[in-house]
Every structure is written in structure tokens, then in C-alpha cells.
């Protein structure tokens, strides 16, 4: 830092008057050959400039004087100290050469100088190089131009005042109340002590600073740096190969300031070695503690070696004072914690001894610190959990990451309680910390809460109960009044000889027991408990099929549009459930449109991931094809499209609608693989979309066949059912196509026949048969008739809802209610071989 110098002002001994009384510069000045400078001999020189000069060398402010285009440097006493060890070579150099590192500002201010202006700077910063290091200065300067005999600038001259201290310290206040600031919300050494590092290495642009402890062994741990264009050393090191001086110098508690490790004698040869090897070529350590175990100390380093100012080490010192009161505080806070604290808290070796307890131990386990911290940690663990608990704290210590686990502590009195730890290694490798939480309570109110919940949910399974057969009661009730009514008329009517009216209560009997089947159906289906036959479909096809029976029940008020992906993927489903899905869809869409609108039915290919189905169990992430059914209808508010897929739920009037056709088609959805969804917004419409899994099979047509009778030749069919109503109608229904028809009311009466010579061309079976069932039967017939063809017929059978997983070769299954056209094709083809459509 500049002191101004106690100034001679006797006469100096030169010959050139306007030289006296300059001091040291005017004597260099006179004993100075000129003759080859652009100012040229002194003797020559204009009075413009002796003038100037004279004032500016009697001044005992830093004063310069730059002449000419190449600005020649005149100045006086005050500035040669101010120009550090560039003095003498300065005076009568060009300032450009004689200060490179500032060369453009000032070329600029000679630029403004020699056009008549003006400059003044205030707190100007730069960096310069006047001892042969870098320096950061401020300086407040004024510039002025000199004018010649005519009044035009000849040079500049400029009057500096270096206010480096008081800029320093003003920003060294600012800094030092600002980290202050921030070190008070901290509350741990380690955030306390990497702030102060970070904070410290950006301001002197330091290449490494860290808070370090060191042990009167001499062992140095450094939990983590701030470290720039250097590698870190967090870790534990020894200071016993740097030998003793640097530790006697820590214990002694001065600041150890280094600013040439290679070149410094005071340090020993294996010291400056050892700090070289870790990039340090100067250093300022600050102690912070000093204490019987160990010491603290905050280290600021630079990689290259550093003159540090004094400014600079006074900032250390004064931020290791700070950071020395903050951790004194965490600390305070920590034992306060620590004392208070209900979880117990603890520190432990890996060894297998704890070293310390807090209070909390003896509160919730009862046993004393005394008996706690002499014997080992596993001697009041659980036997069953010390294996597990061993093996988190080695596999944390080889990791030196933090662990969570569970494990069951004694307590005094000989139960056992349930403990939560949390537990984190130490950097010394050799010890850890370790916060246990008391779960007996957590796990007693977990209990009661899990009781709770499923009385809960037992509730709503009652009510959803209560809902589904109060449901399935009123329909069923309503169709079999149709029934057992239709029934008694036929009855009534052919007793009385009256037929003109059979056939309409017969039709009426029959439209009843339809939608009984129906019915019956789509609870299956909602259940997902339904006979899916899941094959490669073309929806698009399907579709397109399906187009002339969906504009015949949407009506002349319901415009009908398709819009189909051109390189549909084959989609994985049953067929005729898809096509009850759609066709309930579009009911539906028509409903919601009373004054009529347009129904769009569209395809897509796309694929559902994890993001995705994560969200809705059961859904696999993969590919999927899009059904999807729009309408422009009413729409729904959000509160009744949670209720759509309930079973029983209908916006329908009374008497128009059962409230199973979206519950169904979610079951069948679900069961098949695939997923539903509902988008609607009250006066903008519906859309339904279906994602069906892909298929990877070759896609198979459609066909539709025509209701026929096809008559047997006589060919043997075993019947085997157990109700005696669906034995006989299917028995009758054979023998009426010519076919032989053998029954038997279970496998028991069944297996004799299936093991003898008899002929039997097909078995037909019932899946549910009371003891062993229609499955085992088969399997058991076929070890006699390997090659004997099986037709499964099922109202429910859960081992039987996806057929490919159920059915063998030669098997096929139908779903009860069928019609009597529908079996006579089914027993006709398979006969005959015709494969399954």
C-alpha cells in the first residue's frame, strides 16, 4: 500500500532551474541523457513542459505527467512509490510499455487528454503487476491536458490518489456482515464451514480453501473443499510426513502464512514437498480452535505462489473469528438437541461400541449410559435382527453412504422395542452416527388404523354388495315375471285349444330369457370372470362389418363417421365381446344425442409406458390398439364419471337403461389385458376410448354365418351335465339333428362309457361339474381316446376365462345361455373338423 514519503524540499543540486527542489525524480531527471528520447535534450525542452514539470515534481500528491502521442512518463517522488519496483525504469518510458497490463484504459484516457478532455474516475479497480505480481488496486485519478505556447494539449497529467485500503475495507465489512448474515440460519459445522469456504475461495479467487481437524496425533480431516482448477483433498491425512514444525506451528495458534512453499525455508524439505504434491504454492491457515484433542483450522491456498496482502490475511482471520462463533453456536444448538431430543441418538465405531448416548436412550429403553457404552452394541439387539443389522452398518462403512433400517432393541425391563434408524459413517472412517426413532406406538396406531380400514372397506364391500343384488333382484325379477307369465299363458291358452296367441307369448317368454342372458353377461363380463376367446383381430374389419347394424340402431338423426388408422396393428380380444362393447358404446353416444349430432369411430396404434401405466394397476406398458367412440352429445360432469364403470350406475330415466353396459365393457377390458378411458365435458360430448393389447398373430376375418340347422349322420355325442333342464334341451336338440346323443349327470357316471368300446364322436361337457370337473374329465377320457374331440359348455368357470389358456387341441367352448342354432353349428363343425371361427 502506498505511505507517502517525508519530502526534501531543499534546492536540488542541478543545473536546470526548473528542477529545484524536485527531490530524488528531479536528480534522475538532470543526471538523465535525453538527447536520444522523443523529448529530445533537456536544455531544448519547451517551457510548456519545464512549467508543468516543475509543479508536478514539488507536489507531494502522486502526480504523472504522459507527453506526447507515446505518452512519456515524467513524475514525481510520491508516484515512484507508488509504482512499486517499476521505479526508475519508468520515468522517461512510454506508458504503454511501462504498464502493459493496463495499456488500453490508458491509451484511451491520452486519446481524451490530446483532444482537450477531461477524466476523472472514482474507486477505479485493476490489476497490476508493480511488484512482479498481480495486484488488485483502486485508485481515484485525474486527467487533464497540458496545453503548448498555442494553447493546444501537448500531454496529460494525471493525479492519482491509490484508495485501495479504503475500498478493501469497505468491501472486507461488507463480505464479512453479509456472511455473518448467512452463517446465522446455518445449523451444522459442515453447511457452517462450506459456506465459509466457498464464500472466501470466490472472493480472493483462491484455488482451494476448506475447514480442516486435527487430532494431537496429528491426523487432519478435511470433510470437504472448495476447490478451482485443483483436485480436492477431502479425506483424512497425516501431517506426520510434513514434519513437526508446520503442527508446532498450528498448536501455537498464529496464522501461518506462506507465500512461496518451494522457496520458503521455514518449511522443512518434506513439508514443502508433501504441499507441492497437493498443488499448494501458497497458503494463509488461520487456527480457529485450540483444544486439548484437537485443532481447528480454516486453510486458504493458491495453487502458484501468491504475495498475500495484508488486507487478504486479515479477512481470513477475521472470517475464521466468524466461523469459529457459528460453529460455537451449532454446536451450543447441537447439545441442546442432543439433551432434548425424544429420538435416541448416538455415536458408534464399526467395531461394534457405542461412545456416546443422549438422554433419550435412558427415557424410552431404560437402560444408563454407564450400561450402554461398556459392552457391545449387539449384545441388546434382537438375535433374529443382528445379522441384517450388521450387514446395513458394513455395507455403510464400505459404501460411506447413509442406511436406513429397522431392527428390535431391548429395554430394561426384558421387552423388546421396534426401533427406526437412520445412521451416516463420519469421515474418519472409523465411527458413525446413528438417530433411532421408537416405532412401538407408530406400530400400535398403524394397527388400530389397519383394523379401521377394513372395517371400512368391509362396509363398502357390504353396501357394493347390497347395490349389485339389489340390482341383479329388481332386473331378474322383471324377466322372470315375462317368463313364468309367458309360460302360464302358453299353458292357459293350449288347454283352453286357443293357439292364435302362442307364438306371441312365446316370443314374449323368449325376449325375457335374452335379456336374462344378457344380463347375465355383463355381469360376468363386469366381474371379469366371463369365457374370453382372445384371437388376432382386424378392428378395422370389425368395424366395417358391424357399420350397417350400427346405422340401423343409431337412427336417421345420428350421422355415423369411421376414421381408420391405415396400418392397424392386429389387436389381442374376443371378438363377439368387442363387438357388444362397441355396439353398447355407440347406444349410449346415441342417447346422449336427443336432437341428434355425430358419432365418430376411430382407430390408432400406440404405445402405453411406465409413466403411463403405473397409474392404473394391472396395466402392462407396451403396445395397445385405439377404439375409440365420440359423440357430440350432453356430456357428463366429472362427479358422474367416476361413477360410470359402477355397476347398476345409469343418467338413464327409470326402465331405459340396466347400468351395466360401461361396467361391463371395463370388465372386459381389464380381463383381456387392456385399459378404458372417459373424456367428457358437460355441452361438448363424449369420447370412450378402448386400448386393446396388440397381437403379433396374423389377423383373422370376421365371418358372419347365416342361423342353420346342420343335421348329423347319425354320430355319437356324449352329454355330461349335472342340471337337468340343460341336459335335456341340449340332448333334445341333438337328437332332433340325428345326432346319438349319451348322457350322464357327472364324471363319476360319465368315465365307464368314456373307457369303454362304445363310439363316442364328441364329448359334451360342463366345466363346473360337482366333484371332479369337465376339464379333469376330459383329460382323463383322452389317456383312452387320444384323438376324442371336447366341447366345453360354461356359465361361469374362473379357470376357464381366457379359452387359449384353458383349451387343448380339439377343444372349443360356448357360453351359456346358447341358442339351439348356435350349438347345432358349434357340435356340426366340430365334427367334421371345420376350424373354430
Given amino acids: 500500500m502506498f505511505t507517502a514519503p517525508i519530502f526534501d524540499l531543499t534546492p536540488t543540486k542541478t543545473a536546470f532551474p526548473f528542477l529545484q527542489g524536485g527531490g530524488v525524480c528531479a536528480e534522475l531527471i538532470a543526471d538523465r541523457d535525453w538527447s536520444t528520447s522523443s523529448l529530445g535534450p533537456i536544455a531544448q525542452w519547451p517551457q510548456c513542459l519545464t512549467s508543468a514539470l516543475s509543479l508536478l515534481l514539488r507536489s507531494r500528491v502522486p502526480m504523472v505527467m504522459m507527453w506526447g502521442q507515446i505518452g512519456v512518463m515524467l513524475y514525481n517522488d510520491a508516484y515512484s512509490n507508488f509504482a512499486g519496483g517499476r521505479h526508475p525504469d519508468s520515468l522517461g518510458s512510454a506508458v504503454r510499455e511501462s504498464w502493459p497490463e493496463v495499456a488500453a484504459f490508458n491509451d484511451a484516457v491520452i486519446r481524451k487528454g490530446l483532444s482537450g478532455e477531461t477524466a476523472h474516475y472514482r474507486d477505479q479497480q485493476m490489476t497490476l503487476l508493480r511488484n512482479g505480481a498481480p495486484e488488485q488496486v483502486w485508485m481515484d485519478l485525474d486527467y487533464s491536458p497540458v496545453p503548448d505556447a498555442e494553447g493546444n494539449p501537448a500531454g496529460v497529467i494525471c493525479i492519482l490518489s491509490e484508495t485501495t485500503e479504503r475500498v478493501a475495507a469497505q468491501r472486507r465489512s461488507a463480505f464479512l456482515l453479509s456472511l455473518s448474515d448467512d452463517l446465522r440460519s446455518l445449523k451444522t459445522p459442515a453447511e457452517i ?91 494463509i491457515d488461520v487456527v480457529l480452535f485450540e483444544e486439548e484433542q484437537w485443532v481447528g483450522l480454516l486453510a486458504v491456498q493458491n495453487a502458484t505462489p501468491r504475495v498475500w496482502s495484508q488486507a487478504e490475511e486479515m479477512l481470513v482471520q477475521e472470517v475464521g473469528e466468524r466461523v469459529k462463533s457459528a460453529i460455537e453456536r451449532a454446536r451450543a444448538e447441537r447439545d441442546r438437541l442432543w439433551d432434548l431430543s425424544q429420538d435416541m441418538l448416538a455415536r458408534a465405531d464399526f467395531a461394534g461400541m457405542m461412545s456416546a448416548v443422549n438422554p433419550a436412550w435412558t427415557r424410552v429403553l431404560g437402560w444408563s449410559e454407564n450400561d450402554l457404552l461398556t459392552r457391545e452394541y449387539t449384545a441388546i439387539i434382537h438375535p433374529d435382527d443382528v445379522a441384517h443389522s450388521l450387514e446395513v452398518i ?222 392404473h394397476p394391472g396395466l402392462e406398458p407396451g403396445q395397445y390398439v385405439i377404439l375409440s367412440v365420440s359423440d357430440t352429445g350432453i356430456g357428463m360432469a366429472p362427479s358422474t364419471i367416476e361413477k360410470v364403470f359402477e355397476p347398476f350406475f345409469t343418467t338413464k330415466p327409470v326402465g331405459q337403461g340396466t347400468g351395466l353396459g360401461l361396467s361391463m365393457i371395463y370388465g372386459f377390458a381389464q380381463q383381456s389385458g387392456g385399459h378404458v378411458r372417459i373424456y367428457s365435458e358437460l355441452g361438448f360430448g363424449t369420447t370412450v376410448k378402448l386400448f386393446v393389447p396388440r397381437s403379433h398373430g396374423e389377423k383373422e376375418v370376421v365371418k358372419r354365418r347365416e342361423a342353420q340347422f346342420p343335421l348329423g349322420s347319425g354320430e355319437a355325442v356324449m352329454v355330461v351335465e349335472d342340471d337337468p333342464s340343460v341336459r335335456l334341451v341340449v340332448t333334445e336338440v ?35 361339474l360337482p366333484g371332479m370337473n369337465g376339464r379333469q374329465l376330459a383329460e382323463i377320457a383322452r389317456e383312452v381316446r387320444p384323438a376324442l374331440k371336447v366341447l366345453f359348455i360354461t356359465g361361469y368357470a374362473q379357470n376357464a376365462a381366457i379359452r387359449s389358456d384353458f383349451l387343448g387341441g380339439g377343444m372349443d367352448m360356448m357360453t351359456k345361455p346358447f341358442a339351439a342354432d348356435a350349438l347345432a353349428l358349434k357340435v356340426h363343425d366340430m365334427i367334421i373338423g371345420v376350424p373354430s371361427a
Avoid at 496429528?218 to 501431517?239: C, K, N
Avoid at 299353458?491 to 307369448?505: L, P
Avoid at 339333428?737 to 359334451?764: F, M
Wanted: charge should be negative; proline fraction near 3%; glycine fraction near 8%.
Fill in 193 to 283: 464451514t462450506n459456506l465459509a469456504a466457498i464464500r472466501v475461495g470466490e472472493l480472493l479467487d483462491a484455488s482451494r480453501v476448506f475447514y480442516a481437524e486435527i487430532t494431537s496425533s496429528g491426523m487432519m480431516t478435511v470433510e470437504r473443499d472448495y476447490s478451482r482448477s485443483v483436485g480436492s483433498i477431502a479425506g483424512v491425512h497425516s501431517l506426520a510426513s510434513f514434519g513437526p514444525d508446520l503442527l508446532a506451528a498450528y498448536r501455537n495458534g498464529a496464522p501461518v502464512v506462506v507465500y512461496d512453499v518451494p522457496g520458503d525455508d521455514r518449511l522443512s524439505a518434506p513439508a514443502r514437498e508433501g504441499l507441492t504434491a497437493r498443488e499448494v504454492g501458497a497458503f
Fill in 734 to 768: 341333438l337328437r332332433e339333428l340325428c345326432y346319438n346323443a349319451i348322457e350322464a349327470t357327472d364324471a363319476t357316471s360319465a368315465l365307464p362309457l368314456l373307457q369303454s368300446d362304445e363310439r363316442i364322436d364328441l364329448l359334451v361337457t360342463d366345466v363346473g
Fill in 394 to 615: 458394513a455395507r455403510m462403512a464400505q459404501s460411506r453412504e447413509p442406511a436406513r433400517f429397522e431392527n428390535r432393541i431391548a429395554a430394561q425391563g426384558g421387552s423388546w422395542k421396534s426401533i427406526e434408524w437412520t445412521a451416516a459413517p463420519e469421515p474418519d472412517g472409523i465411527n458413525f452416527v446413528a438417530v433411532g426413532r421408537d416405532l412401538t406406538e407408530t406400530n400400535a396406531r398403524k394397527i388400530e388404523l389397519e383394523a379401521a380400514q377394513e372395517a371400512l372397506r368391509h362396509s363398502q364391500k357390504l353396501e357394493a354388495i347390497g347395490q349389485l343384488t339389489g340390482g341383479i333382484a329388481h332386473d331378474f325379477n322383471n324377466m322372470l315375471t315375462g317368463i313364468v307369465g309367458s309360460l302360464d299363458l302358453i299353458q292357459r291358452n293350449i288347454a283352453a285349444g286357443r293357439f292364435d296367441r302362442v307364438d306371441r307369448y312365446i316370443n314374449a317368454g323368449n325376449a325375457s330369457a335374452q335379456r336374462a342372458a344378457a344380463l347375465t353377461s355383463r355381469l360376468l363380463a363386469f366381474g371379469r370372470r366371463q369365457s374370453l376367446d382372445l384371437k388376432p383381430t382386424d378392428i378395422n374389419g370389425l368395424v366395417s362389418g358391424m357399420s350397417e347394424l350400427l346405422e340401423r340402431t343409431l337412427g336417421e338423426q345420428t350421422v355415423l363417421e369411421t376414421h381408420f388408422q391405415a396400418d392397424l396393428w392386429a389387436a389381442s380380444t374376443d371378438t363377439n365381446q368387442l363387438e357388444s362393447a362397441l355396439l353398447n358404446l355407440c347406444i349410449n353416444a346415441r342417447d346422449a344425442m336427443p336432437d341428434g349430432g355425430r358419432l365418430i369411430i376411430e382407430t390408432d396404434n400406440t404405445y402405453l409406458d411406465e409413466h403411463y401405466t403405473r397409474d
